[in-house]
């Protein structure tokens, strides 16, 4: 995951040098002091839930009376194939996270390029583009509803140019896509301040240099700024599809829970909570999890293989 | 005249789309500030706007809204603290000390940030409830203390940092805890101030787990509340709205604040 | 400095163990004398009511104290989570449609012994609403209150377009047709079985049979699920709320965007809230025709106990009183809901006569419980009206197939 392409001296000492420099890396005792917190907690509130989680997809497990649980071996896995309703949200989690990734990096790229560039007030736009992100996603979801609603102000908008409104956010055809709009407008800005932070690394004499060779602005973002921005372009391809792939809360927040109208707005993390907290099937919720585990996984590998060497650690 | 053409349609985009990011804030604080009768009305005449609704959800009886702010400002405080510590102790070991099992510390702390949260909401869950710590400060904020993300960009920065401080503070006598506390985190005062508004906001926007831990309306964070809210008031929408905006501002406020810190704290960890 | 090196370890580490093990969660079911009622309240009137019951109780009873936890999210989820972790309170409501899946898990405290003990009768309650918490002669939860469904009319419409209130489908059908224009819609309701199983029944449908199995896709359901999404169809005369731009069918009533809504006792302190002025009637649901078999929905809640209770005489006390006549008299005095026994019910026609339309849809009313399906049944058959309704299913037979197919699974 990390995508730096480090110089020497940062790499790790294999032959660490002799003398006071040895004395000074090699301490278990305090590597181990240094690191505990993060080991006890990683270990109490992440592995072992992981572990217990990966048991418990094997368990037909009965939360309110646990007695009643017991082995099922990999049903729980094969009932995935089966269940229309999951299927539904597998769909709708796809296409919400081949909807949104694109969007959300590329105009993550041109908002920085934009409040890099000489602009007067530069920070005033970057607050203002990075204000939706520091929202809570239930503060702007409330707020798309109303902006949204049969006789809100996108509709009033729309009249005007003759678009016949309806309630967007709560519509069968239509709140996918508009939960998509409303989770790009939240998003991008958090990408654009690490473009932004990439773009400030880039040094200013490539770019002299190319000027002096006569490449003009567009050549010069194709040759020099898009290779250069790889590793960065690596990292926010892969936070975008792990935060597309898991989204809840817009859908949790409008639909109140249930995914409508007709499961349109379902993915796979909120029926996952359902099937978890309302049917209270916890080892089925726990196969569903690994699922979207296994699936995480298998996009970053491919991505990673798609961007290449540079973005190994 | 092309370069003028081109300027325009610059500026036009970079306004646009700032309206754009502006506008929904705007409008729900307008709404927020009207009464109730007026809700649908597009446009009321500043003259009737009126706070009641701020006061109504502060002062209102049926829901405890000045609880929810403190929990979430309680939570937000100690689950951000602990990860400044925690996080830089770890990612400073990780960047400078040489242990046994070191490597495989790293690649697990990224393993993890891969696996999803909510496959392990289910076992949290029923770790914290067999703990008593459903609905409890210590169920929001243990589990949280730690996180991947934040040892991973600490690393980043400590790997940055010369050594040469340090290997003469050591020289001078000093422990290495010591000198970790005295020289190493006072230089890394941008990355915590980038790490402090990662975590802080995170967990002030954090909606599924204090969702998921909470039961008693006491309990609530912010976020959790504003849902029961929206679910329970879904015709008045100037209190729910006035609600989201009691939410947003004062992160807004935090964020203009600390942004230059912050956008230098992202660029100089690496994390790139 | 090896010293303090050792300290400051163990300084870290008394640290670490502070954090984990301080600020646990707050105490358990009861302690001696001490009980908690879980509650959810549709609105602060109805929260009222339940603090005065309470404080009445307290006056009778002063060695016991009752404190109320309200439940603002999905309680049922949250009642779920909250017995999983053992920190249910003592006693709390529970609707009837989840009661048969939790009696089966052997959460709730069965009553029997209890009422024997304290000569509480049973047959004193609306037969529907008891035999909903009973399971093999055992009972399991008392009434609390419940509510049916009426016809509520916008009279000021209803004069200007000169039209009585409907009795029948043809003149729900007529009415509302005449109702629906500039951008309002005669009815509003939510294409879901809570709203639609009168129809089912008033067409001589049912959708389980004697066995408690589904019988979604019977040919008289059909017909009436056909009927009920002509309305939206065809005549474009009813409009579902989201799309009306309301969060739901009361909330449209109350911005005068729909003339009629089919909706329950809750309404009346609704309208009282958002629009005071307005001029309203209550009828009886319109059946098939004149002199028809009439159906109609009974929504109850009863009070329960937690198996955990620690302070189980206390718990009962606390439900006894709350469904006696005393403690319904509170129930009667709000008029929220109906209240469950027999004999109060009459007091509260008297009381007041306007909503008597309730108390007759009683006598016709199916429980909304469906057996061992729970959520699952009203899920699939509310699906199943609504994917016709939007458009997304032609047939409704198909529809309804489905639905029957899915829960059959």
């Known amino acids: 995951m990390a995508t730096t392409t480090s110089p020497p001296k940062q790499q790790r000492q294999r032959s660490p040098k002799a003398g006071r420099g040895q004395k000074w890396t090699r301490d278990p005792m305090m590597g181990y002091l240094f690191t505990l917190p993060v080991i006890v907690s990683l270990s109490v509130f992440l592995i072992g839930p992981i572990i217990y989680a990966f048991y418990l997809s094997f368990q037909q497990f009965t939360f309110l009376n646990p007695d009643l649980s017991q082995f099922v071996g990999l049903d729980n896995y094969t009932r995935l194939l089966t269940d229309e309703r999951f299927h539904t949200a597998l769909k709708n989690t796809s296409f919400y996270s081949l909807g949104v990734v694109p969007v959300q990096v590329s105009l993550a790229l041109l908002l920085a390029l934009i409040v890099n560039s000489k602009i007067r007030g530069k920070t005033f736009f970057r607050v203002a583009y990075f204000l939706p992100t520091v929202t809570s996603t239930v503060a702007v979801s409330v707020m798309f509803l109303f902006l949204f609603k049969r006789d809100g102000l996108v509709n009033a908008f729309l009249s005007l140019l003759g678009v016949e409104g309806r309630s967007w956010m709560l519509d069968v055809d239509f709140a996918l896509p508009s939960i998509m709009l409303m989770a790009v407008w939240t998003t991008v800005g958090q990408f654009m301040v690490i473009y932004l932070a990439g773009l400030q690394d880039i040094p200013a004499d490539l770019y002299e240099a190319a000027e002096v060779d006569g490449a003009g602005p567009l050549r010069q973002f194709w040759h020099i700024t898009l290779p250069l921005l790889k590793p960065t372009t690596f990292f926010i391809v892969v936070m975008s599809v792990i935060g597309t792939f898991q989204v809840f809360d817009q859908m949790y927040v409008i639909s109140k829970g249930a995914g409508g109208p007709l499961d349109s707005t379902l993915t796979v993390v909120l029926y996952l909570y359902n099937v978890a907290f309302q049917d209270f099937e916890m080892g089925y919720a726990s196969a569903i999890a690994f699922f979207l585990f296994a699936v995480i996984l298998i996009l970053t590998l491919i991505q990673r293989n798609f961007f290449g060497e540079e973005t190994r650690m | ?272 | 400095m090896r010293r303090t090196r050792v300290f400051s370890m163990l300084a870290l580490l008394c640290g670490l163990s502070l954090l984990v093990t301080a600020c646990g969660g707050g105490s358990n079911v009861g302690d001696n004398g001490e009980i908690r009622i879980g509650a959810q309240f549709s609105s602060p009137a109805e929260r009222k009511i339940l603090e005065e019951q309470i404080k009445e109780f307290e006056n009778e009873n002063p060695d016991i104290k009752v404190s109320i936890q309200a439940i603002t999210d999905d309680y049922l989820k949250e009642m779920q989570t909250l017995i999983g972790a053992k920190r249910e309170p003592d006693v709390f409501y529970l609707e009837g449609m989840p009661a048969p899946d939790m009696i089966k898990l052997g959460v709730l405290e069965p009553l029997n012994d209890y009422l024997e003990k304290s000569g509480v009768d049973p047959a004193d309650f609306e037969d529907a609403l008891i035999e909903a918490y009973t399971e093999d002669e055992q009972v399991y939860g008392l009434p609390k209150d419940y509510n049916t469904l009426a016809l509520f009319y916008n009279k000021k419409m209803f004069k200007e377009a000169g039209l009585e209130p409907p009795t029948t489908w043809d003149e729900l059908r007529e009415a509302a047709k005449k109702l629906s224009k500039d951008g309002r819609k005669g009815l509003a309701i939510n294409p879901e079985l809570a709203r639609y199983q009168p129809f089912v029944y008033q067409n001589g449908g049912a959708v389980l049979d004697e066995d408690g199995n589904a019988t979604l896709d019977r040919k008289e359901n059909g017909e009436a699920v056909q009927f009920f999404a002509d309305l939206f169809l065809k005549d474009k005369s009813a409009g579902v709320p989201n799309d009306m731009g309301v969060e739901w069918a009361g909330d449209a009533f109350a911005e005068e965007k729909a003339a009629m809504v089919y909706e329950g006792g809750w309404m009346i302190p609704f309208i009282k809230e958002k629009a005071p002025d307005l001029d309203y009637g209550i009828v009886e649901l319109p059946a098939k025709e004149k002199g028809a078999e009439n159906g109609n929905l009974a929504f109850t809640v009863a009070y329960v106990m937690s198996k955990n209770s620690r302070n189980k005489d206390a718990s009962f006390k606390l439900i006894e009183f709350l469904t006696s006549d005393k403690g319904q008299q509170y129930v009667v005095d709000s008029g929220l809901a109906l209240p469950s026994r027999k004999v109060m019910g009459e007091k509260f026609v008297e009381q007041y006569p306007e909503r008597e339309p309730f108390v007759k849809g009683a006598a016709y009313a199916q429980p909304f419980q469906y057996g061992d399906y729970g959520n699952k049944f009203a899920d699939e058959a509310s699906k199943a009206a609504e994917s016709v309704v939007l458009g997304k299913e032609k047939s409704v037979a198909n529809a309804l197939k489905k639905a029957q197919q899915n829960l059959e699974k």
């Open chain 2, 1 to 272: 005249m092309w370069n003028r053409l081109l300027r325009l349609l610059f500026y036009t985009v970079v306004v646009g789309y700032a309206c754009l990011t502006l506008g929904p804030f705007l409008w729900s604080t307008f709404t927020s500030l009207k009464a109730t009768p007026d809700i649908n009305q597009l446009w009321v005449p500043l003259s009737d706007l009126t706070f009641a609704n701020y006061v109504n959800i502060v002062f209102s009886d049926q829901y405890p809204f000045a609880r929810w702010f403190l929990n979430s400002i309680v939570v937000g405080l100690i689950v951000t603290v602990g990860n400044l510590v925690f996080n830089s102790m770890a990612g400073y070991a990780l960047a400078r000390i040489q242990f046994p099992g070191r490597t495989l510390l790293f690649m697990t702390i990224l393993a993890v940030m891969m696996v999803p949260g909510q496959v392990i909401l289910v076992p949290t869950y029923i770790l914290l409830s067999n703990l008593n710590w459903i609905d409890s400060y210590a169920g929001l904020t243990v589990p949280f203390l730690v996180q991947s993300f934040g040892i991973f960009l600490m690393r980043q920065f400590f790997l940055s940092v010369p050594r040469e401080l340090e290997e003469a503070a050591f020289l001078d006598g000093l422990s290495r805890w010591g000198t970790f506390w005295r020289i190493v985190m006072p230089l890394a005062k941008p990355a915590l101030a980038a790490q402090t508004i990662f975590i802080f906001m995170g967990n002030w926007n954090s909606f599924m787990w204090p969702n998921l831990l909470t039961s008693s309306d006491a309990m609530y964070t912010l976020p959790v509340g504003l849902n029961t809210l929206y679910g329970e008031y879904d015709a008045f929408w100037n209190n729910i709205l006035a609600g989201a905006m009691f939410m947003t501002i004062p992160v807004i406020i935090v964020f203009i604040i600390f942004q230059r810190q912050f956008i230098k704290g992202i660029s100089t960890t690496g994390l790139k």
